[in-house]
């Protein structure tokens, strides 16, 4: 005998996230005895399963929509929310950060610093000299060249075109773990506007 564990769904208004697991209605003294009774034990998991999917497109298309209409008041009316935020926090003295109001919380955080990069050739020439991995070169080839350059892997193909460019995951990352700012780049930062 196989034991089935049911478990709730933690996606739930309750408290604890638990919801009161009811028993579907079965008929009174049912059992699996034949093809008829294992028939309409099938025919209930699946139809279960094709209520489950049809409730997980529902809410796919539900959080689509939700996320459009956020994405639509931000765009609309964002500017004006933290303009307004400023207003309200420069008037109380300054020393709030947000502003609550019965709907929610908007206000202002701290934004981690991050680069920008001002002269690309700049940094690329930085990272050749002290952060080669952070270099990327594509190299392009046509006809023959391009199979030589497949079998070898080398740069004789005089018609190859090389491109370089920068990973620039591998510049932040190197910003993050030591503070320095590269040539060609420069610190941004600041503070970044919530809503919530």
Not at 21 to 44: I, L, Y
Request: net charge neutral.
């Amino acid at each position: 005998m196989t034991n089935v564990v049911c478990i709730a769904d933690p996606l739930t208004d309750g408290p604890t996230g638990d919801v009161a697991v009811t028993e579907p209605e079965v008929p009174e003294g049912f059992a699996v005895r034949g093809a008829a009774s294992a028939n309409w034990v099938v025919r209930k998991v699946v139809e279960a399963r094709a209520y489950a999917d049809r409730v997980r497109a529902w809410a796919a298309a539900e959080i689509r929509r939700a996320e459009h209409e956020e994405q639509f008041f931000l765009c609309r009316y964002g500017g004006q929310l933290e303009g307004w935020a400023r207003e309200q926090i420069a008037a109380s003295g300054g020393r709030r950060r947000s502003v609550a109001l019965p709907s929610g919380t908007v206000g202002f955080r701290a934004a981690a610093p991050r680069l920008l990069v001002t002269d690309h050739r700049l940094l690329l020439s930085w990272c050749h000299s002290y952060l080669p991995v952070a270099v990327t070169v594509e190299v392009k080839a046509i006809g023959d060249d391009a199979r030589r350059l497949l079998s070898w892997r080398s740069q004789n193909c005089p018609c190859a075109t090389a491109v370089e460019t920068l990973a620039k995951s591998a510049v932040d990352e190197h910003f993050r773990a030591t503070g320095e700012g590269p040539a060609g780049t420069e610190c941004a930062a600041g503070e970044k506007f919530f809503v919530r």
